[in-house]
């Protein structure tokens, strides 16, 4: 079934469909040769270890909300909408602490009144906003959403912390989804995502939040970058991915073996493996785009939609598994039939 040009009115029940795919990075490549000139590093290790050869990182003049509005307006054009109801904005780079990204975005974008919102749930942001939008359109609360991953994470990022800095990059992807007709190709869900917050600490900014606003004044200015304790964080990662991956599966009413795609938070090329080979996937039926962009937090999921699609990765009847998993912990998982007509815009 293809996608509805024309979505039905609200109503509860209704399914969010996939209708297009957008995204936008900043053209400045930083290369592991560059970020090794002042990091106790090298290419190889960053090769080997994580998959990253480059990424790209946005100038000082180019925030969040900026590249939500790039990706955001492809993703309208891909869908071939000009307007929406609401504007769901996953971050963890917001252009300030108040006020959220979202409403500006949707202002900068022509839809101003619409319903838009921040949501905050590290890597896994995006499908977390994907499955609110989806809660939206089945409420009747709207029956179009536009749905925006979008990271500045060399804004949090410790330039000389060996930990963190060769992880991540900067980008935007975006997708808008559309009220139709449940089981139909392109329809999101169910999802499958939890928290775990007895591992907050594990990936965090100590400061400049209101808990430590004792602080304000006297802490070091890298508590003011994230922390990671990166070899536990990565075993949470491929554990929780795999099993919110075989829940999502399974509430699909699907078999492992009938995924064609893994599309799973593109957060070290180890982890993607990991969780492909505990699922029994193969690697040529998980794309990836670590190699060029990084770990893009939020805005990794969209991302990877929008180029495996643009490269013919992703195609109509593709059954589609998308995973994901960050700080909280927090992470999601969601299913989808790749519907026909899509052409992503980059
Ligand atoms: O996006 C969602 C949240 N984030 C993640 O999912 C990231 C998860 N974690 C990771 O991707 C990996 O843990 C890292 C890439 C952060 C680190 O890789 P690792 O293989 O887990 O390294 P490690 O922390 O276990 O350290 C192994 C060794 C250590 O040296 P010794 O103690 O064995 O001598 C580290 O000091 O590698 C050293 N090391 C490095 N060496 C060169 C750590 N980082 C680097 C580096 N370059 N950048």
């Known amino acids: 079934m293809s996608a509805p040009t024309t979505p039905p009115a609200p109503g509860p029940g209704a399914a969010a469909v996939l209708t297009g795919v957008g995204s936008w990075l900043p053209p400045r490549r930083v290369t592991n040769e560059e970020l090794c000139t002042r990091l106790d590093s090298s290419d190889q290790w960053i090769r080997e270890r994580i998959g990253i050869h480059e990424r790209r990182r946005a100038d ?15 993703a ?19 252009d300030h602490h108040c006020p959220a990204t979202a409403p500006a975005v949707a202002h900068r974008l022509g839809l101003s009144g619409a319903v838009a919102f921040d949501i905050t749930a590290g890597c896994a ?40 800095a060769p992880l991540f990059g900067d980008g935007a992807g975006a997708v808008v989804l559309e009220a139709g007709t449940p089981g139909g190709d392109g329809t999101l869900g169910p999802f499958a995502w ?8 594990a990936i965090e900014i100590p400061a400049g939040g209101a808990r430590e606003r004792h602080r304000r004044h006297s802490a070091p200015p890298a ?13 949470h990662a491929v554990r929780r991915m795999t099993r919110a991956a075989r829940d999502a599966v399974a509430a699909a009413g699907w078999t492992l ?42 805005a990794s999921v969209p991302l990877l939609l929008a180029h495996a699609a643009d490269e013919g990765r992703l195609k109509p009847g593709h059954r589609v598994l998308v995973v994901a998993f960050g700080s909280g912990l927090a992470w999601a998982a969601t299913t989808l ?10």
Not at 62 to 69: A, Q
């Open 60 to 74: 000082e003049a180019v925030s969040t909300g900026d590249m939500s509005v790039e990706a955001g307006r492809r």
């Open 76 to 94: 309208m054009r891909s869908a071939g909408v000009d307007t929406v109801d609401a504007v769901v904005l996953a971050t963890t780079t917001p």
């Open 125 to 164: 942001g995006f499908v977390h906003a994907a499955a609110v939008a989806a809660g939206l359109i089945a409420a009747g609360s709207a029956r179009r959403v536009l749905v925006v991953g979008a990271e500045t994470m060399s804004a949090i990022i410790d330039p000389d912390d060996r930990a963190t």
């Open 194 to 201: 939890g928290s775990d917050g007895s591992l907050g600490d």
């Open 223 to 235: 508590d003011f970058f994230v922390h990671m304790r990166g070899n536990e964080v990565f075993r």
């Open 257 to 298: 073996d009938e995924v064609d795609r893994l599309v799973v938070h593109q957060a070290n090329g180890r982890i993607g493996a990991c969780v492909a080979d505990a699922l029994g996937i193969p690697a040529e039926r998980t794309p990836s785009n670590i190699d060029r962009v990084g770990n893009t937090a939020a």
């Open 337 to 346: 039939v790749w519907p026909p007509g899509i052409t992503a815009e980059l």
